[in-house]
């Protein structure tokens, strides 16, 4: 498969919840939301390396209700694919909500077809905020 059918398919297992099917896809030492430059307690940004350690972002997303999650355009270069999105989403613990237009997902792959490295680009004040906002 190339990367955007690789993405695709992420995606959609996604979209069904099909969390084991993702991290089948990832490689056994996956570096998710890698580059982070700082610390942080937004569970579901934290860097994290390896499918079981990557499986604790499926779980912290148990601390939002999404509203929104929609993909709007793939681009890839080689191994590269980045995603726009527009995501809305409501931290359980505070009721407050977080609204993202044109949010950036990094997807990488090795040649075997395996998503060797992820990442958000995105304004984590929002989050941040709402996380901690009571």
Request: aromatic content about 12%; hydrophobic content about 45%.
């Amino acid at each position: 498969m190339n990367p955007i059918a690789l993405t695709q398919a992420i995606l959609a297992d996604f979209d069904r919840g099909d969390v084991a099917a993702i991290l089948a896809r990832c490689h056994p030492d996956v570096q998710w939301e890698y580059g982070m430059p700082v610390e942080h307690d937004v569970s579901w940004y934290r860097q994290r390396r390896g499918r079981e350690a990557t499986a604790g972002f499926f779980t912290s997303l148990g601390e939002v209700t999404w509203h929104t999650f929609e993909p709007k355009r793939l681009l890839a270069d080689g191994s590269l694919v980045v995603l726009l999105l527009d995501a809305d989403y409501t931290v359980t613990a505070t009721g407050r909500r977080v609204v993202y237009e044109d949010a950036v997902m990094l997807f990488w792959y090795d040649d075997a077809g395996q998503l060797v490295r992820f990442a958000h680009r995105i304004d984590m004040l929002p989050a941040f905020n709402a996380l901690h906002s009571r």
